[in-house]
């Protein structure tokens, strides 16, 4: 059986989920955006936008639940997550990642997807920033920490 390529899948995947929100709701579609209006915002017309931001929010639990599962049988493992990550640095790395989300107002699927593609400078911005840091991050945490060696 041939593999499927998993990240060219996810990414048609995004562009299209990102293509379908702003064509039916006429918003940019961005994760933090939706996962901060439906659980912390109250707005006058909170009814109308909880419903279409409940139901992306569900689609992406649910594709999330059918990628995981078919993994390694339709597509092909492109890594393994080390097993002895301390549940202490994922908790705080978490919590690193939703500052950085807030303080640069979206996410990379907000910034990286959408803004880029409307040619938002302070998108392009965000995404180079990123970009940026993960770099670094990966570097530092293989080579100086030999992390995920």
Known sequence: MQFINSGVIGGVLIGLAALLYLLLYGRVLGVSGLINQTVFKQTANKSKEQG???????????????GGSSYGVFFEPQFVMPSDRSPLLLIIAGLIVGFGTRMG??????????????????????????MISAIITVYVSSRLFQLGA
């Open 52 to 66: 279409s931001n409940k139901f992306y929010l569900g689609m992406i639990l649910i594709g999330t639940l059918i």
């Open 105 to 130: 107002n979206g996410c990379t699927s907000g910034h990286g997807v959408c803004g880029t593609s409307r040619g938002s400078l302070r998108s392009i911005m965000a995404t180079v920033t990123f």
